[in-house]
């Protein structure tokens, strides 16, 4: 299994600024993902992250605004950048230890809220 | 496309009672199954999985079996707890493709 730490675990930001959102794994994982989870839905993959090259979008999600690192095995960030209050949602991590086990376990999540 | 479709909630139902929540999918080959639930507040955690067809995942009285023929993974539970209060999401995943989730139901177990 795998242990995700996310933080910060919640946050209200001010309109048209930036959150660095970091998610630490505690073992190395083949797959990283991000997720948003908008207020009494389900989950959509925002894009998958990969290590030492650009993540990979899912349709309706770009780069500019949804900026993802990976800089290695156990390590990532997803940026919200120039924030509006239709980005109010939890934002959730999630990895996957190796391609045998599908499983994929999930941080606690980022519960932003913009003002 | 592959998609997973699950029964809309709230499920509500009294302590003791037995639970049912349906899920059916599409997909292409032989998905591995999950479920996955979601306490207030929280983020998801894994609850049963099944990688096969006629596979049972259980856990914590949870049980779901993988059924091919109709392609469906219902979850189910015999005595429902209000500690069992929650969000559950059905999932699938190919190897190495992106996990696909249900749009959850929400169950409230009232004492």
Known sequence: SAVISQKPSRDICQRGTSLTIQCQVDSQVTMMFWYRQQPG???TLIATANQG???TYESGFV???FPISRPNLTFSTLTVSNMSPEDSSIYLCSAVTDSVNTEAFFGQ??????V | GNSVTQMEGP???????FLTINCTYTATGYPSLFWYVQYPGEGLQLLLKATKADDKGSNKGFEATYRKETTSFHLEKG?????DSAVYFCA???STDKLIFGTGTRLQVFP
């Open chain 2, 92 to 94: 699938l995943r190919k």
């Open chain 2, 79 to 83: 005595s429902v707890q209000v500690s």
């Open chain 1, 41 to 43: 839905q389900s989950l």
């Open chain 1, 63 to 65: 780069i500019d605004k």
């Open chain 1, 53 to 55: 090259s650009e993540a």
């Open chain 2, 11 to 17: 499920v509500t139902l009294s302590e003791e009672a």
């Open chain 1, 109 to 114: 999540g980022t519960r932003l809220t913009v």
